[in-house]
């Protein structure tokens, strides 16, 4: 069954409000470089079409990404991403912290539940997936590993969100746009504090519509270094189905905890 992804209220930071000055040029040949990652293959007139530029422009950040062994013309005017990235794509699996320790918990919370289980950190101001086990019967989810999302919306997510301090927290809710309604922001706060005390959070419909999830914190010296969730069809869970899931999530946050123990 695939369940099509919802719409928050205030989807999501105020990205232009955030934007460092003087820095276009390089802003615009990195946004280059991401449109490789939704097509692999790219020409000088998708390049024009997708960013609104001169074709001299588009010219110049080609040559550039190709001058930095980032790109390479595979054929006549098309290019690809050169054998570099996979470099760029090794560090960034090395980055994506204890996904060695994380996976076969993933696997078992799967194999115990049946339902799709994933493991969330932060990254700036997102909720970034690093790793997922698919159940037998998976559900279409926004979050996917390499995935970005807001911070306020479903369990995982404001598990996250909830570690900010009172400061910090304030000002992510005042750079969302669309902004929260203010019984919204009350509501959401008032979770946020009982789920910092707790490291547990439950979500209905938060992200995708028809989707309950349970996620855990998981902590190694006092430091939240994420958080594991179970997501899964509403209709398909009773009561002891969920209370059965948030156990084992919670066993899982603690597992993971013990085997990064010595990190």
Not at 29 to 53: C, G, K, R, W, Y
Not at 78 to 87: D, R, T, Y
Not at 192 to 211: F, K, N
Request: glycine letters at 6%.
């Amino acid at each position: 069954m695939t369940i099509k992804p919802t719409v928050l209220a205030g989807e999501g930071v105020d990205v232009a409000a955030q934007r460092t000055k003087g820095v276009d040029s390089a802003r615009r040949a990195l946004q280059i470089l991401m449109q490789f990652s939704e097509t692999p293959e790219l020409t000088v007139e998708n390049l024009i079409d997708a960013h609104d530029i001169s074709v001299p422009s588009a010219y110049r950040y080609i040559a550039l990404l190709r001058e930095m062994n980032l790109i390479e013309e595979r054929r006549k005017g098309q290019f690809v991403l050169s054998p570099q990235v996979i470099k760029l794509g090794a560090a960034a699996e090395v980055a994506f912290d204890y996904l060695a320790q994380v996976q076969p918990i993933l696997d078992h919370l799967r194999d115990e539940t049946g339902e799709t289980a994933l493991y969330l950190r932060r990254s700036n101001d997102h909720a970034v997936c690093v790793a997922i086990a698919d159940s037998d019967n998976p559900i279409g989810l926004s979050f996917q590993p390499g995935s970005l999302r807001p911070l306020h919306g479903g369990a995982a997510a404001k598990l996250l969100l909830a570690e900010y301090s009172g400061s910090k927290r304030a000002s992510y809710l005042d750079r969302l746009n669309p902004k929260l309604s203010p019984e919204s922001r009350a509501q959401l706060e008032s979770d946020l504090d009982r789920i910092r005390e707790t490291g547990r959070a439950q979500s209905s419909s938060e992200v995708d519509i028809g989707v309950w999830a349970s996620a855990a914190a998981a902590r190694v010296h006092g430091n939240l270094v994420g958080a594991l969730t179970v997501a899964a069809p509403e209709y398909r869970l009773s009561a002891a189905d969920r209370d059965h899931i948030a156990r084992m999530v919670v066993e899982g946050a603690a597992e993971f905890e013990r085997r990064l123990g010595g990190y």
